[in-house]
């Protein structure tokens, strides 16, 4: 139980155009999701929290605006990286509460984006 | 600010050894503290994780983890490591409501020599 998935699992793009980054709760109802990014040989680093149904709230330092988070369902999550630039190339994880304040999160197995 | 540091970034050690993986914390609060390993091409898998209680917890895959409030540490432990144990393995502090902000170590490379 408590699996989260990610698509797509891998994703190059050109410089300026838009990614979406799906993630999904498949057994269970996430209330609320997390985006992270991983650099490489590096940490991961929350760059927003997702509540469903309302809006995101992004870390310090992180652009809501490039990194457009949407939670419509109790089960899906999208990360949209617009008008992405190669530094936006990254490993981009998401993950899932069963319910809010259950203290444990699942990760999903993450997204490579590379852009060109 | 809540920080967590593994000093290790990379750590070799033989198929059947015991193995002993550092973490220290940074929080003002009493911490819930987590283990994490990240196998390629799957997603973090939790080992384990303290909230309170016995400061020494059992995990999955035989690992266990000892929480000390004086040394601000939660080391990982297995007492012998099986080649599949090879992964980057992270140490996290949650903080805030529920422990929902994850903040992670760097990682540490576990390598097995066989």
């Known amino acids: 139980g408590a699996v989260v998935s990610q698509h797509p699992s891998r994703v190059i793009c050109k410089s300026g155009t838009s990614v979406k980054i799906e993630c999904r709760s498949l057994?269970?109802?996430?209330?609320?999701m997390f985006w992270y990014r991983q650099f490489p040989k590096k940490s991961l680093m929350l760059m927003a929290t997702s509540n469903e149904g309302s809006k995101a709230t992004y870390e310090q330092g992180v652009e809501k605006d490039k990194f457009l988070i949407n939670h419509a369902s109790l089960t899906l999550s999208t990360l949209t990286v617009t008008s992405a630039h190669p530094e936006d190339s990254s490993f981009y994880i998401c993950?899932?509460?069963?319910?809010?304040?259950?203290?444990?999160?699942?990760f999903g197995p993450g997204t490579r984006l590379l852009v060109l | 600010a809540q920080s967590v540091t593994q000093p290790d970034i990379h750590i070799t050690v033989s198929e059947g050894a015991s193995l002993e993986l550092r973490c220290n914390y940074s929080y003002g609060a009493t911490p819930y503290l987590f283990w994490y390993v990240q196998s390629p091409g799957q997603g973090l898998q939790l080992l384990l994780k303290?909230?309170?209680?016995?400061?020494l917890v059992q995990g999955i895959k035989g690992f266990e983890a000892e929480f000390k409030r004086s040394q601000s540490s939660f080391n990982l432990r297995k007492p012998s490591v099986h080649w599949s144990d090879a992964a980057e393995y992270f140490c996290a502090v949650g903080a805030g409501q529920g422990a929902q902000k994850l903040v992670f170590g760097q990682g540490t490379r576990l390598t097995i020599n066989p």
């Open positions: 303290y909230f309170s209680g016995d400061t």
């Open positions: 057994d269970f109802q996430a209330t609320t």
């Open positions: 993950s899932a509460m069963l319910t809010s304040g259950s203290e444990t999160q699942y």
